[in-house]
């Protein structure tokens, strides 16, 4: 059984920065990719990034690609978002996940989930 735990969300203003926090607790997570998806009111859960076990090879939606990053820090059990340059369109409650298998993106591909945590942009 996987545990995640995210932290770090909050109210902040268009321009700033934030970085969200998962820790993440179970067997053999070193061996798991993990992704960020995050859900604003009223839309679908999107994937915002993904990063692989071994290699760390990152993955970002184009919405997001320069201003946000992906990181793991495997001796900590925890991955982290920096985000960056914050728009208001970035509010959402953002969700992290372990993936089951190597794969894409996507919702299905993920198996378990954090309870998520909020970001507010707003001015």
């Known amino acids: 059984q996987v545990q995640l735990v995210e932290s770090g969300g909050g109210l902040v203003q268009p321009g700033n920065s934030l970085r969200l926090s998962c820790a993440a607790s179970?067997?053999?997570?070193?061996?798991?990719?993990f992704g960020w998806f995050r859900q604003a009111e009223g839309k679908e859960r999107e994937g915002v990034s993904c990063?692989?076990?071994?290699?760390?090879?990152?993955y970002y939606a184009d919405s997001v690609k320069g201003r946000f990053t992906i990181s793991r820090d495997n001796a900590k059990n925890t991955v982290y978002l920096q985000m960056n340059s914050l728009k208001p369109e970035d509010t959402a409650a953002y969700y992290c996940?372990?993936?089951?298998?190597?794969?894409?993106?996507?919702?299905?591909?993920?198996?378990?989930w954090g309870q998520g945590t909020q970001v507010i942009v707003s001015s």
């Open positions: 179970g067997p053999s997570l070193n061996h798991y990719s």
């Open positions: 990063i692989s076990a071994s290699d760390r090879r990152t």
């Open positions: 996940a372990h993936m089951k298998a190597p794969g894409a993106l996507v919702i299905n591909a993920f198996d378990y």
